[in-house]
């Protein structure tokens, strides 16, 4: 992953001129770089079917799989649950898409999410009202992924070796802010609404706010010019630049609005548990970029859909709930989990190879047959 977000060398965008970049017609709504038309059409069904409708297909056996074979997974209670435990991953891989989209990463978000709850508690601990509390962590969130972005964008640092930095930096803020203790005296209206149901039901009441944040971020990605922006600075930021695009201020606003989601998190967090510690969503980032890459992601930016990435994150959730059940301990859960994110980097680049050497061999121009002899 490189600093200013260049896919590998000999990659550009397909049937786009810069001027055609600039004015948002050779990139469509819908997705990364790729001809229009018909054939663009074709392409992108077939993108669609090959990944993105297989993820959500693969989640959807896991389901019924576990329903069948895993005591309780299929009850109403453990539903909720479920969701509840998506909630965070689900939360972050929503501004995780565009900044993996544009080629970069952040891995501090989870560290962002435990400096959000560590301060949640100090800050409830010195007297303020959790109305105050709120946004005021939400508002650090976006400090701290504004100091991600100025590192990224203004010291041109790659984004890799910035974020796994402030990832420690951020855990350690944490445990100077609350130290090793824990804050567990929440106003019970706030940390019942975060676990409660709509009207008794097995749906939890946070599901319809994130259910708005994924439409959202959805329409932004595919149907604005933020989502082609970002598409055309994965797919080439230097034909991007070319066009006009100010790449570096897209990707600053990128990680400031992570930094403010993973902020949020942390307040959900924190409200969820009723504990405000400085070690709270220690490991997530793993979970949230493995999520974003199954979902169709390129780990080398430029192409993924929102779809996908939903996808993903259910598939993700549905099995560690399905082996947590089935009594897997944390540490084989991790494994697990870092195996789907060697999965889905290894399999489309594969997959992407395999077609390109089809591709070539299928064009190779037949061998010219030798001149006749004289005579012959």
Same mark, same amino acid.
């Given at each position: ?134 946004? &005021?962590?939400?508002? *650090?969130?976006? /400090?701290? $992924? @504004? =100091?991600? #972005? !100025? ?5 041109? +640092? ?91 201020? &897209?990707?600053?606003? *990128?990680?400031? /609005?992570? $930094? @403010? =989601?993973? #902020? !949020? ?5 924190? +409200? ?95 061998? *010219? ?8």
């Amino acid at each position: 992953m490189s600093a200013d977000g260049n896919r590998p060398a000999g990659t550009r965008l397909a049937g786009a001129n810069p001027a055609g970049i600039a004015a948002g017609a050779a990139l469509p709504p819908g997705g990364d770089a790729r001809p229009r038309g018909a054939a663009g059409r074709g392409a992108r069904l077939g993108r669609l079917a090959s990944w993105d409708l297989g993820v959500v297909v693969l989640a959807v056996l896991t389901i019924v799989v576990a329903s069948g074979t895993v005591e309780n997974f299929s009850t109403s209670r453990n539903f909720t649950f479920l969701v509840l435990d998506l909630l965070p991953i689900a939360l972050i891989a929503l501004p995780m898409t565009f900044v993996i989209v544009t080629g970069e990463i952040d891995l501090s978000v989870a560290s962002t999410l435990g400096l959000s709850s560590a301060t949640m508690g100090y800050l409830w601990n010195q007297g303020l009202t959790i109305e105050t509390i709120i946004p &005021l962590c939400v508002v *650090l969130g976006a /400090v701290l $992924g @504004a =100091v991600n #972005g !100025l590192f990224v964008t203004v010291f041109r +640092l790659p984004s890799l070796a910035v974020t796994i930095g402030t990832m420690a930096l951020f855990r350690g803020l944490a445990l100077v802010v609350l130290g090793d203790t824990a804050v567990a005296d929440f106003p019970a209206r706030y940390t019942d609404w975060v676990t409660g149901t709509i009207g008794g039901s097995a749906v939890p009441n946070v599901l319809i706010p994130l259910a708005v944040l994924a439409a959202l971020f959805g329409v932004v990605l595919h149907a604005t010019p933020v989502g082609r922006w970002s598409f055309a600075a994965g797919a080439s930021e230097h034909a991007a630049r070319f066009a006009g695009i100010r790449v570096g201020r &897209l990707k600053f606003w *990128l990680y400031v /609005v992570t $930094g @403010a =989601v993973a #902020g !949020l998190a942390g307040v959900l967090w924190t +409200l969820r548990y009723s504990s405000a510690r400085a070690d709270n969503g220690a490991g997530l980032e793993l979970a949230v970029v493995a999520a974003v890459l199954l979902g169709g992601v390129s780990i080398f930016g430029g192409r993924g859909t929102l779809p996908g990435v939903v996808g993903g994150v259910v598939l993700l959730a549905a099995l560690q709930n399905a082996l947590r059940l089935s009594d897997v301990s944390n540490e084989s859960l991790n494994v697990v989990t870092g195996a789907l994110l060697v999965v889905s980097v290894l399999v489309p680049n594969l997959i992407r190879r395999t077609r390109s050497a089809f591709a070539r061999t299928r064009h190779r121009p037949a061998p *010219l047959s030798p001149p006749p002899l004289p005579g012959s």
